[in-house]
Antibody, heavy 124, light 110 residues
Framework: EVQLLQSGGTLVPPGGSLRLSCATS????????MYWVRQAPGEGLEWVSA????????FYADSLEGRFTISRDNSKNTVYLQMNSLRADDTAVYYC?????????????????WGQGTLVTVSS | QTVETQEPSFSVSPGGTVTLTCGLT?????????PSWYQQTPGQAPRTLIY???TRSSGVPDRFSGSILGHKAALTITGAQAGDESDYYC??????????FGGGTKLTVL
């Protein structure tokens, strides 16, 4: 069974940094791209970032303005989201999600499994 | 900038049929964008319903179907049930490395 277990969400002051983790099991992690998606309170879903199975290709939403970095440790079956220079409008539940396709470099068009979400609150 | 449009809200009677749509402010949605659909209830993670326009994810009942209608992606729910009351989001892969969600539709069954 595919499982995505998230951690790291907390209250952080504006300008601060935070790293989210998504520990996975039940599939050959290194062979699947992974994603981060966020949802601000009362708002819709927003794609944030993507990383290939090998970790060699990454993509980010323009709205992040270079403040976030996605990475993965295939020896730990875990994907991370490093968030710097946090702002109030980064407050959201952050979800990790899994690509359905077995590929080291490629990405699919959709996400087939989701983590439970972790809340990041940026406030003083 | 690509912006997706969805009906903000929709209402359907129990047993009825409803079609939710997903368009673009500029241009048409085609199968090339591989539209997918997600269901989300409050406090829960999204659930993948439909991918590649019209393929149902494992365990999704055949009351849910996807299609392209005109210049939009569409999600049709037939025989609506109380448990279908949720938020529904479409997702388009508009280019390599760019995924865009629609604003979501809040579906009420009453």
């Amino acid at each position: 069974e595919v499982q995505l277990l998230q951690s790291g969400g907390t209250l952080v002051p504006p300008g601060g940094s935070l790293r989210l983790s998504c520990a996975t099991s039940g599939f050959a992690f290194a062979n699947y791209a992974m994603y981060w998606v966020r949802q601000a309170p009362g708002e819709g879903l927003e794609w944030v970032s993507a990383i290939s199975g090998s970790g060699g290709r990454t993509f980010y939403a323009d709205s992040l303005e270079g403040r976030f970095t996605i990475s993965r440790d295939n020896s730990k079956n875990t994907v991370y989201l490093q968030m710097n220079s946090l702002r109030a409008d980064d407050t959201a539940v952050y979800y990790c999600a899994k690509d359905p396709r077995l590929a080291n470099w490629g990405f699919s068009s959709y996400f087939d499994s989701w983590g439970q979400g972790t809340l990041v609150t940026v406030s003083s | 900038q690509t912006v997706e449009t969805q009906e903000p809200s929709f209402s359907v009677s129990p047993g009825g049929t409803v079609t939710l749509t997903c368009g673009l402010t500029s241009g048409s949605v085609s199968a090339a964008f591989s539209p997918s659909w997600y269901q989300q209830t409050p406090g829960q993670a999204p659930r993948t319903l439909i991918y590649n326009t019209n393929t149902r994810s494992s365990g999704v009942p055949d009351r849910f179907s996807g299609s392209i209608l005109g210049h939009k992606a569409a999600l049709t729910i037939t025989g609506a049930q109380a448990g279908d009351e949720s938020d529904y989001y479409c997702l388009l892969c508009v280019d390599t490395g760019i995924w865009v969600f629609g604003g979501g539709t809040k579906l009420t069954v009453l």
